[in-house]
């Protein structure tokens, strides 16, 4: 049974991602077949620092976090599935940064996120693949721009 603890901090990640969801990149997500894989990129000063340490996430204006989710569009209500993922982030002078993805499971909610150190306005192409649970791999390339604030 998941304790009243955990539970709050699942709400307070679930809400951290949804407002940023729907401030920044609302939206975005790419079809693979049955599957929408949704992706974004946010700054770690979007958690709380209850959030942040509870998940490992170093908070830093400084740092930023990948998170990708896996929808199965068949499934009545779009359930998240588990897959694997892994990705890198490319900046403007071609330094290449690995993505080392955690998965996160909270009630019927998987996530998973990495975090990718920047400096203020640093601009990365962002490379993930996904597996999903049929086996069907999926690629998902973003730009994102990130500022110190």
């Not at 939206?27 to 998940?55: C, D, W």
């Not at 694997?84 to 690995?98: S, Y």
């Not at 203020?120 to 999926?138: A, C, K, W, Y």
């Amino acid at each position: 049974m998941i304790s009243i603890k955990r539970l709050l901090l699942a709400i307070s990640l679930l809400i951290a991602t949804t407002a940023a969801f729907a401030t920044t990149q609302a939206g975005q997500f790419q079809q693979s077949g049955r599957y929408q894989i949704h992706y974004m990129a946010l700054s770690t000063t979007f958690l709380t620092p209850e959030v942040s340490k509870n998940y490992g996430i170093k908070r830093s204006r400084y740092n930023a976090f990948v998170n990708i989710s896996i929808l199965d569009t068949l499934q009545p209500g779009n359930p998240a599935v588990r897959g694997q993922v892994t990705g890198k982030a490319i900046n403007l002078t071609g330094n290449t940064k690995t993505l080392k993805f955690k998965e996160i499971i909270e009630g019927d909610a998987i996530y998973y996120i990495a975090q990718l150190p920047f400096r203020n306005e640093e601009r990365f192409t962002i490379s993930v693949d996904s597996v999903n649970r049929d086996g069907l791999n999926s690629k998902i390339n973003f730009k994102q721009q990130f500022y110190a604030d």
